[in-house]
């Protein structure tokens, strides 16, 4: 590993903390030039643990090369080709990698469990506007770039959530048992859609789209805080990796879920920093009923 990002410039959303801020790092590993975007300190959610300067330090203690743009990408008066020109700017290239993994906050106001029918329109429009049109109109800009290149890779990270969850009986389970469970994955299910349609558009220009969830709850800052981790951080990026270093005319329009796509590519997972194998969650070649080893003893199977 480490070699298949040379010469890639990255744009990952979302990447002060959690999800994004991994794949920047494993990204950076393989050898991509990344952009790390966030907001600034005074609008960013300051509860959680994480910074786009810790994940700056993180990349360049690996000797990769990162800038980090603060900006809010929901705020819809916000020129996002802004983000492009910087990126080209401090690499010389063209981003051929984006990565969004931004998403809006799933609670609302001070009980932080919002149910459907008390969804203010502003909360609603913000979701929208983080998860689904920010992905959306940062695609648009990077196409071009990734045109003139040759190829391009666009990955959302969307949601288990995009999905109903149905009980046993058979009987939807209710969706407000996870704070905007029903408004977040709503925008993840959007993100879904996009992602197929755009794929087809894009493939006579080589760029492939996809969409990755997570197939456990990943390890993330506020994940913690809703539930208990079943999905290693570095099981989850090494799928996402995969995605965005695969053959555009093969690996596109997945809506995929990281451990079954890691299985059936019978891909290894590597730590964060590309060095060694991660211990104990290695796809399991020889029993087709196991995604993964530990998987599902995690889960109480």
């Known amino acids: 590993m480490a070699h298949s990002?040379?010469?890639?410039?990255?744009?990952?959303?979302?990447?002060?903390?959690?999800?994004?801020q991994a794949i920047a790092i494993r990204l950076a590993a393989e050898g991509a030039k990344v952009a790390l975007l966030g907001r600034d300190d005074a609008r960013?959610?300051?509860?959680?643990?994480?910074?786009?300067?810790?994940?700056?330090?993180a990349v360049r203690q690996l000797g990769g090369d990162a800038i980090?743009?603060?900006?809010?990408?929901?705020?819809?008066?916000?020129?996002?080709?802004?983000?492009?020109?910087?990126?080209?700017?401090?690499?010389?290239a063209a981003p051929d990698i984006l990565v969004h993994s931004a998403a809006a906050p799933r609670?609302?106001?001070?009980?932080?469990?919002?149910?459907?029918?008390?969804?203010?329109?502003?909360?609603?429009?913000?979701?929208?506007?983080?998860?689904?049109?920010?992905?959306?109109?940062?695609?648009?800009q990077v196409i071009p770039g990734m045109r003139r290149r040759g190829a391009g890779w666009i990955l959302a990270i969307?949601?288990?959530?995009?999905?109903?969850?149905?009980?046993?009986?058979?009987?939807?389970?209710?969706?407000d048992r996870l704070g905007g469970a029903c408004l977040y994955g709503g925008t993840k299910a959007f993100l879904d859609r996009i992602c197929t349609g755009a794929a087809r558009e894009l493939y006579a220009d080589n760029i492939a789209v996809n969409n990755l969830a997570n197939t456990g709850a990943v390890g993330t800052p506020l994940s913690r805080t809703i539930a208990k981790s079943t999905e290693p951080m570095e099981a989850f990026v090494e799928a996402a990796l995969a995605l965005v270093t695969?053959?555009?005319?093969?690996?596109?329009?997945?809506?995929?879920?990281?451990?079954?796509?890691?299985?059936?590519?019978?891909?290894?997972v590597y730590t964060l920093d590309g060095k060694h194998l991660f211990k104990d969650w290695q796809p399991d070649h020889d029993d087709p009923r196991r995604l993964m080893k530990g998987?599902?003893?995690?889960?109480?199977?």
């Open 246 to 268: 695969g053959d555009p005319k093969i690996l596109t329009s997945r809506i995929a879920h990281s451990l079954p796509l890691l299985y059936e590519l019978k891909r290894p």
């Open 5 to 20: 990002c040379i010469g890639r410039v990255a744009v990952i959303t979302g990447a002060s903390r959690g999800i994004g």
């Open 68 to 92: 980090a743009i603060r900006c809010d990408i929901g705020d819809p008066a916000y020129d996002k080709s802004e983000i492009i020109r910087q990126a080209q700017t401090a690499f010389g």
């Open 158 to 175: 969307t949601s288990s959530q995009a999905a109903p969850q149905p009980r046993p009986d058979g009987n939807p389970l209710p969706l």
């Open 107 to 140: 609670e609302f106001g001070p009980a932080g469990n919002i149910a459907f029918a008390q969804t203010p329109r502003e909360f609603f429009m913000r979701s929208v506007e983080v998860n689904v049109w920010s992905f959306w109109d940062l695609a648009r």
């Open 295 to 301: 998987y599902l003893s995690h889960l109480g199977h």
């Open 44 to 57: 960013r959610n300051q509860e959680l643990p994480g910074t786009l300067d810790e994940g700056l330090q």
